[in-house]
Structures are given as structure tokens and as C-alpha cells.
């Protein structure tokens, strides 16, 4: 679920630290040096917040990308986070981050699960065709495998919900990828289903799968709701649009799901039903 429920923010810690707003230019600059890895990781995470369209942006960013190694968990800022934003910030930067897909692709392969997860939501964003071979081929052996619960964390072998979400994002709905996103719809984790349900009602535009998020809306985990009701913007689909509007949910993660209904959907209910029901949660 692209969003609050995202297991990896965009958001610098180190915003808190930076005090005064910065401009681009020293956005970039703190980019550019390679001694300090926490200016480094501020300044890609701020390019990618202010949509930069500077010159410089995407090419450092890419060396930003390269700079990986085996994570060194006590490191602080380590080259591995300056590298997960810099995809993040790349996955903001279309059309000029076009040209970094082929970055982003090896990334896809790293080991590094959290950079995997950073590299399929930039790919997604970007709506790069290209990643959807390796994408499916990370999911094909399916939740018993790729959805696993990898041992002694809480994380699954694959980022499947950030590789489900790109999937749908990118949009090419032949068969071999529906048969790929499908069983993950009974994944034990509910997070997974709702990320699986927004891909295929986005590749397929079937009832069913948006009857599934509907149904999530529903969930005991306050988690789980918010990620049904960013799913259904997302997907914009509109007979969801009373569900939400009931759903026990911040007002405002419900006017961000109906503005995805007004601007990625169509048909009924229509924009007046909508808006009408954004004035009300306003």
C-alpha cells in the first residue's frame, strides 16, 4: 500500500536535525559530498519531497544508488539508507528519472530486502514495463515461498506488498502476471491480500477484487483499514465510495482515498457524489 501503512517511510529523521528549510541548491550540494552520509541521505530525501527537477538531481542521485554494501546495522546512516532514498526520491522524479530505470532494475537483485522494497515502488512509480519480468519472477514462487515469513524477523522473504503494488501501477495486465499477483489474494497476511486485491482490480478492473478491499475495510487492525482505503484510491474505484466514508478511519486518510477515487477513477458515483462526501469529511 503506497502510503502510511509503507514499511519503509521516505522521511528523513534527519529533518528534525536539519532546523531552518534548505533550498535546492544546498539540497544539492549536501548530495553531492561523500563524507557525510546523513547530509546525503537529507539531501536525497529532500529532492524527492520537492518533485526537483534541478539538472544535477538525477545523475547524483543514481551515484547515490550505487553507493551499497553488506548492511552494517550499527553504522548509524549507512551507504544502504543514502541508497533507499535515492530511490525513493528517483520514484518522484518522472519523466527525468526515466533514464535511471536500468539503476533501479539492478537494485531490484540486491540483497537487501529494504532496498528491493525502495527499487519496486520507484519501478512502479516510474511505471517502468521493464521491471515487470523480474518483479513476477521475485513472486512466482508464490506466498509459500516468496510470501514467507523469513526467519527470526517479521519480514517476508520479498517486499511483496511494494512488488504487488508496482505490478499494478505500471499496468500491463497480460495473463502470465495476473496468474502471478492472484494466489497472493490469500496470503495469510492481510496487508499482502489488500496489496494483491489493489493490483488486480488495477490490472483487471474486476468487481471481485474490489469487493476484497471493501471487505478489509471492515478489519479489527486500524493498520489494515488504512491500507484498504489507499488501495481503493489508488485503484480508483468508486462503489467504494459509501464503504469508505463509513470506514473508522482518520477523516483525512479518507479524503486522500477519495481523491484517488476522483482523479484515478471513473464512472459512478460521480464527481459530485464525491466531492460531496469530501465537503462532509472536511
Known amino acids: 500500500m503506497a502510503g502510511p501503512s509503507s514499511t519503509s517511510s521516505d522521511v528523513s529523521p534527519a529533518v528534525e536535525q536539519a532546523g531552518a528549510p534548505i533550498s535546492e541548491a544546498e539540497a544539492i550540494e549536501r548530495l553531492r559530498q561523500n563524507e557525510d552520509p546523513s547530509q546525503q541521505y537529507y539531501g536525497a530525501w529532500w529532492l524527492g519531497r520537492m518533485r526537483s527537477q534541478h539538472p544535477e538531481a538525477v545523475p547524483l542521485l543514481r551515484l547515490a544508488l550505487r553507493q551499497r554494501r553488506p548492511r552494517d546495522l550499527g553504522a548509524g546512516v549507512e551507504e544502504n539508507a543514502v541508497a533507499r532514498n535515492a530511490a525513493r526520491a528517483l ?34 512509480e516510474l511505471r517502468a514495463e521493464e521491471a515487470v519480468e523480474p518483479i513476477c519472477r521475485r513472486l512466482a514462487s508464490g506466498p509459500q515461498q516468496a510470501g514467507a515469513q523469513r526467519p527470526g524477523t517479521p519480514r517476508l522473504m520479498e517486499p511483496c506488498e511494494a512488488l504487488l503494488e508496482a505490478l499494478g501501477d505500471i499496468g500491463m495486465a497480460s495473463e502470465p502476471v495476473l496468474a502471478v499477483v ?16 489493489r493490483a488486480l482490480l488495477q490490472l483487471s478492473g474486476e468487481e471481485r477484487w474490489g469487493t476484497v478491499l471493501v471487505e478489509l475495510l471492515e478489519h479489527p487492525q486500524l493498520q489494515v483499514r488504512r491500507a484498504a482505503l489507499m488501495d481503493l484510491g489508488a485503484a480508483g474505484w468508486r462503489p467504494a465510495l459509501e464503504p469508505i466514508c463509513r470506514t473508522l478511519a482518520e477523516n483525512s486518510l479518507k479524503l486522500m482515498a477519495l481523491r484517488g477515487l476522483v482523479e484515478q477513477g471513473s464512472g459512478e458515483p460521480g464527481e459530485p457524489a464525491l466531492l460531496a462526501c469530501m465537503d462532509e469529511l472536511l
Open 91 to 124: 520514484g518522484k522524479l518522472a519523466p527525468l528519472a526515466l533514464e535511471a530505470v536500468n539503476d533501479l532494475l539492478e537494485v531490484l537483485e540486491d540483497p537487501d530486502d529494504g532496498l528491493r522494497e525502495a527499487a519496486a515502488r520507484a519501478l512502479g
Open 182 to 197: 492472484e494466489p497472493f489474494v490469500d496470503h495469510e497476511r492481510p496487508l499482502i491480500r489488500s496489496a494483491a486485491a
